[in-house]
């Protein structure tokens, strides 16, 4: 089910976006409004199409992802959001692969300016059951990261480390996705935004290539299509390139991903949007 980690790995990816300081009080002071609302229901269903030397196999559904802004939640006994994602497999690939997958990943946020204070994942891929936890501490500019292997009794620490000088304003993959929507997305619109990939940060540039119409299980939307380039490094250790979509009106929601790895594509489409949406 590599297929399937991989297609929500490159959405963390692209949407992990992180602005520096001084483009967050910028958007602050424009007094930018939320192109979305508390609540919103993203559900993508995900495919895989094999590589051209496996033309044997069809294309393949892969599972769903289910993208949720709850609302508001506490932090050290201060205003927060709660954005959550839930991820498992369905479809030809795991019935071929044998492998079920069902994960959650929980984000708290600054409502302001979409930081992230916290995070946390459940994954249940097959026999692997890991707990992550994260936490960006500001005041030392400082990163925890934990994870603990669940599958073991007792279960056992696989990873608990600090990392130092993170910048102040780290967003989530998923957080960022929201304040990225915030951004004036037109022709050739080019940014230089930081993401942060687990205990790692990163650096890659994104640029809106064109507008054009786009059809998903939830609809035809015209859409703006921004691509992405790794200034250090790959997107991914398997290497690979990352394409998403904006719809271009004012929600700018994002209606479908591409990625193009070494194993063939794997497409997420919009399938519904819920009532807040």
Known sequence: MLVLRLSLIAVCLLTGLQSPAPALQDAAAAGLRAPFQIGEELIYTIKWDPPWYMFFLPAMEAGEAHLHLKGETEYKNGKALKVVLQAHSSGSLAK????????????????????????????????????????????????HFREVDEAVDPPQIKK????????????????????????????????????????????????????ESVEVPAGKFSAWRVNTTALMGGLFKEGGQFKIWFSADDRKIPVKFEVRVRLGRVVGKLKLRGKNS
Do not use: W
């Open 96 to 143: 071929l692969a044998g492998l079920k997958i069902e994960d959650t990943y929980d984000f708290v946020v600054e409502p302001e300016s979409y930081c992230t204070f916290a995070s946390s994942a459940k994954i249940r891929e097959g026999k692997r059951k890991r707990q992550i936890d994260i936490e960006y501490l500001r005041e030392t500019r400082q990163l």
């Open 160 to 211: 608990d480390v600090i990392k130092n000088d993170i910048p102040l304003c780290v967003r989530d993959p998923f957080s960022a996705l929201y304040f990225y929507r915030m951004a004036p997305l037109q022709l050739n619109h080019e940014q230089t935004l930081v993401i942060g990939d687990n205990d790692k940060i990163k650096e890659i540039r994104c640029r809106v290539e064109k507008q």
